[in-house]
């Protein structure tokens, strides 16, 4: 039996969670066999198709283009996907807002458990999965005929773009009379994007004001980094939402993250713990983020900041 | 309008777990328990709907074991009117709990449900979703805010990237994100009160629902453990090292 991946796009571009995806679909189809299709839907998704094509290990590119998938809506999205999944024993997408909101529904529709956050293919019905924060990792066994579950794309390293798959339209429509979509304030940023950035440097409740991540930008610009924050940061008005990492922003893994006056909280940790590097600055010497930081330096932000940027 | 709120008894957000020596699950004997933070904001906006004459009635839920009592009677001092636990000994996974909850909805015809987003200790962030799907009910997820102006809920949900507004149609499914808003205490006199609001009890089985899982815990781990790092003395030594020793610059 097959398995289909949901595509993650955005503006006409495919988002690069798919090819983490996709790589934890060609793991699984290792043990269980299977082809491994993508699911396009949403209005006026030509070039991510096209895109989509390219990937390695996919067989067939299925795209529903049509202004009622238009904003990754979860009611007409679950509807589509559940109108597709007698093909499939796996369903799969990314642990990204749209994942997380639409794949339940699919599940529940299908009368199946959903497993969440998957980091691991141990076998074709077995996986691992953190909980409680990341402090610990499940091992969990599926006997629903359809699996579904969303995939942690910091754990899987994407495939390639050595492909050329088959393209084919599904004419499957199907009405939505229960939400509509009113408009959208995204947050415009030339850095590289927070989930998939190679270096991050996130700031915490002692950057002190907003005004204060300028000192950040300067060391992110020099690094090709993306900005990111402690929940504390946010909540204060810092910076907006979608900077936040952690249990309950964005889990993030890159190959280094600066941590600049955040203290180390359990939901913090569990955001950054897999990044490859931690370098953690903060003028408390007994922070719990000096614990998980292979580099630590205690000291003034307010001094040491200039001096970073300056040094780089 | 009726609101119904479901919360979910978990172990405190600051407590530091420990997994169990045979590695069958987390060890949660003699371990604090409290309201899962998402679902206390549940709470909050529910009472708040009702503070400004939108909501006539705020129902709490909850299901789990005796104990989780505990966390209801914490809802009814924040402001909740009456309470209803569903009581099991079985680990409920996310689909059981919403089955559980569309036969509440079935009987008590709220015009909103507000759930937490996630569960502090599954992590799972189903719950939501997948009782929208089965009531057939619009669903709005992550929310940031709430606004009900007439016979629509207008939303604004906390997705990648920024801030999504969503017309849905009501009755309605929401679930909380944490900027929603901040939680109140309950204050002594309100736990008193408390006390005295009604409680209902039923079991799964009152309800038709099979709570069995085919999702089976096989083990569950420590994470792997970061080696020690160490403490530089300046700058100059940090990017000496991340270009020398880490090689990541």
Known sequence: MSLLVLADHHDG???DATASVIAAARQIAEHAGGDIDVLIAGDDVGRVAEAAAKLDGVTRVRVADNAVYGHQLAEPLADLLVSLADDYAYVLTSASTNGKNVLPRLAALKDVSQLSEVMGVDSADTFKRPIYAGNAIATVQSSDDLKVMTIRTTAFDGVGQGNDAAIEAIDTVVDNSLSRFVDEELAKSERPELGGAKVVVSGGRGMGNGENFKLLEGIADKLGAALGASRAAVDAGFVPNDYQVGQTGKIVAPELYIAVGISGAIQHLAGMKDSKVIVAINKDEDAPIFQVADYGLVGDLFEILPELEQKL | MKILVAVKRVIDYNVKIRVKADHSDVDLTNVKMAMNPFCEI?????VRLKEQGVATEVVAVSIGPKSAQEQLRTALALGADRAIHIETDERVESLAVAKLLKKVIDEEQPQLTILGKQAIDTDNNQTGQMLAALTGLPQ?????????????????REIDGGLQRLELSLPAIVTTDLRLNEPRYAKLPDIMKAK???LDTKSPADLGVEVASKVSL????????????IKVG????????????????
């Open chain 1, 13 to 15: 571009h495919l988002d």
């Open chain 2, 42 to 46: 549940a709470v909050e906006e529910a």
């Open chain 2, 140 to 156: 709005g997820t992550f929310a940031s805010k709430l606004e009900i102006p007439d016979d629509k809920l207008q939303i604004t």
């Open chain 2, 196 to 198: 005295k609001k009604p």
């Open chain 2, 218 to 229: 096989l083990k569950v781990e420590t994470p792997a453990e970061r080696k020690g790092g």
């Open chain 2, 234 to 249: 300046s700058v100059d030594e940090l990017v000496d090292k991340l270009k020398n020793e880490a090689k990541v610059l």
